[in-house]
């Protein structure tokens, strides 16, 4: 593994242990070039995952991002941490085990949505603003209003 602080291709792993819910292995690893610490995970790939966005264009699916994407809508909200890791832990097992290598963007995003709604009312909100492409107070008002009915379908 290359150091991300020098770039030295030889780096030691010093302790390796699961995840809590044991879906990665955790890894602290040593640059002797640098002397700097860092962390990696391991995750099984079941399958390449590839998001066909709402445009045409085709990506690889990025875990990444997704979890960038979730902290954002959860920031300053008290879910704990642990609790993001297993929703997007959950969807990425939901994508990979749903048979198809193409999945729509719409499908994650419904799926985020989803996990949103049990999870944090507000985060909900604020990730359906993105998702969902509010352009006004309006559409703020319409969304919140449909909370209350138990209805977040579009008109």
């Not at 879910?79 to 832990?89: A, H, Q």
């Not at 049990?118 to 909900?124: F, K, M, P, R, W």
Request: hydrophobic share 30%; glycine share 6%.
């Amino acid at each position: 593994m290359r150091c991300p602080f020098c770039s030295n291709d030889d780096t030691q792993v010093k302790d390796s242990r699961p995840t809590e819910d044991n879906s990665a292995i955790r890894r602290r690893r040593f640059c002797p070039a640098c002397g700097s610490r860092f962390t990696t995970f391991e995750r099984v790939q079941l399958r390449e995952l590839t998001i066909i966005k709402r445009n045409g264009q085709r990506t690889p699916f990025d875990r990444d991002k997704l979890m960038r994407s979730i902290l954002i809508a959860t920031r300053k909200r008290p879910v704990d941490p642990e609790r993001i890791e297993r929703m997007v832990n959950g969807i990425q097992k939901r994508l990979e085990s749903s048979g198809e290598s193409d999945i729509p963007s719409d499908a994650v995003g419904a799926m985020v949505m989803d996990a949103l709604a049990g999870l944090d009312q507000v985060a909900y909100v604020r990730f359906a603003s993105v998702y969902r492409n509010f352009r006004e107070v309006k559409d703020f008002e319409d969304f919140i209003g449909h909370l209350g009915t138990g209805s977040d379908e579009d008109d």
